[in-house]
């Protein structure tokens, strides 16, 4: 996100549905919370719009007890915007391994599952939905974290790769990387494993199952 939402669009945020994150306001609101990747527009009529998982959060824990911005002023940002972890990092973010951390990504997860659940064709949770496949890699990432699976530098690592619709998973150890896979296949993802080489350091290309969406 490019910069953090107005007043006016937390307005929206904390007004959405609490169960489902459907939200209602003026076109111009919604495209704007769109563009920021707070939201999303759903393919099926009514084309009605909910909150990703980001902006699930933001809902959750963003705009409590701020105060107001003049209306064409951003408001504070909202502390530690939620991204799952890919393992490319740096550095660990601040707090990466305590429960506030836990608790962020279960939050994440949870509105991800919902947004499954309402954009997916018979409300499917057990299969990726069309936000995860226009993010490939914070999609598998958080994924894994949600898993319990530990990041890198000494754990999985989660990139793109030329492949359409895909993302490769490294893990230097072999058996966390079985773990990994597990994981992607555990959330409706498609794992195969493959060596760069004979007897080459070994990784995962994991894609959305095709047939997925209808």
């Not at 909202?78 to 660990?92: D, H, M, Q």
């Not at 429960?99 to 057990?126: K, Q």
Request: hydrophobic letters at 35%; aromatic letters at 4%; charged letters at 25%.
């Amino acid at each position: 996100m490019a910069k953090p939402p107005t007043a006016a669009q937390l307005r929206v945020i904390e007004a959405a549905d609490p169960a489902t994150g459907r939200l209602t306001g003026s076109e111009a609101q919604l495209s704007a919370l769109v563009r920021h990747r707070l939201a999303f527009r759903h393919p099926r009529p009514p084309h009605a719009y909910f909150l990703t998982p980001t902006g699930h959060r933001i809902r959750e824990h963003g705009g409590a007890g701020s105060q107001p911005a003049a209306e064409e002023t951003p408001a504070p940002a909202p502390t530690g915007l939620f991204a799952a972890r890919t393992g490319a990092e740096a550095t660990p973010p601040p707090g990466s391994d305590g429960p506030a951390r836990a608790r962020e990504v279960r939050s994440a997860w949870e509105g991800l599952l919902e947004m499954r659940r309402m954009t997916n064709p018979e409300g499917a949770r057990d299969r990726p939905c069309a936000w995860e496949r226009t993010h490939l890699v914070q999609a598998a990432a958080l994924a894994l974290e949600a898993a319990g699976c530990p990041p890198g530098p000494d754990g999985y690592r989660v990139g793109e790769t030329p492949q359409p619709e895909a993302v490769v998973v490294r893990e230097g150890v072999r058996e966390r990387l079985a773990a990994c896979a597990a994981a992607l296949e555990a959330a409706g993802w498609q794992v195969s494993e493959h060596a760069e080489r004979a007897n080459g350091p070994r990784y995962l290309l994991a894609s959305p199952p095709r047939g997925g969406m209808r």
